[in-house]
C-alpha cells in the first residue's frame, strides 16, 4: 500500500482518483486544489506517490513538478490532463515526472502506471 497525494482542481476528478486508488489498496493522504497546496503537503506528508494535474489555479502543475523536484529529487510524480497533447507530455517528463496519464482516467491504467512507477527503483 503507497501514501498518495492527489492534486488537480476539480473535486469530481480528485473524488475519482481517490476512489480508483482506494480499490487498488493505495492510501490517499492529501488532497490538493493547486500546486502551492501541493508542495505544502508534499512537504508535509511525504508522499511515496504524486498525481499532479496540470492545468490549476494559483500555480499549476509544471511550477509544482519542478518545486517538488527540487524539494525531492526522488519525487514520483504522474502528471495528468485532459489535454493529451505531446509537447505537455514531454516537457513533463523532462522536468521529472514518471508517467503521464490522460483524463478521463481508466481505472486499470491508472493502477498499472501507479504500480509500475512505485516498482521502479530510485535513481541517485
Request: glycine share 4%; hydrophobic share 45%.
Amino acid at each position: 500500500m503507497a501514501k498518495i497525494l492527489i492534486v488537480d482542481d476539480a473535486k469530481f476528478m480528485r473524488i475519482t482518483l481517490s476512489n480508483i486508488l482506494k480499490n487498488g489498496n493505495h492510501e490517499v493522504v492529501g488532497e490538493a486544489e493547486d500546486g502551492q497546496q501541493a508542495i505544502t503537503l508534499y512537504k508535509e506528508q511525504q508522499p511515496d506517490l504524486v498525481t499532479m494535474d496540470i492545468t490549476m489555479p494559483e500555480m499549476n502543475g509544471m511550477d509544482a513538478l519542478k518545486e517538488i523536484m527540487h524539494i525531492d529529487s526522488n519525487a514520483k510524480v504522474i502528471m495528468c490532463s485532459a489535454m493529451g497533447q505531446q509537447k505537455l507530455v514531454v516537457e513533463a517528463i523532462e522536468r521529472g515526472a514518471k508517467d503521464f496519464l490522460v483524463k478521463p482516467f481508466d481505472e486499470s491504467r491508472v493502477l498499472e502506471a501507479i504500480n509500475r512507477v512505485l516498482n521502479e527503483p530510485y535513481v541517485k
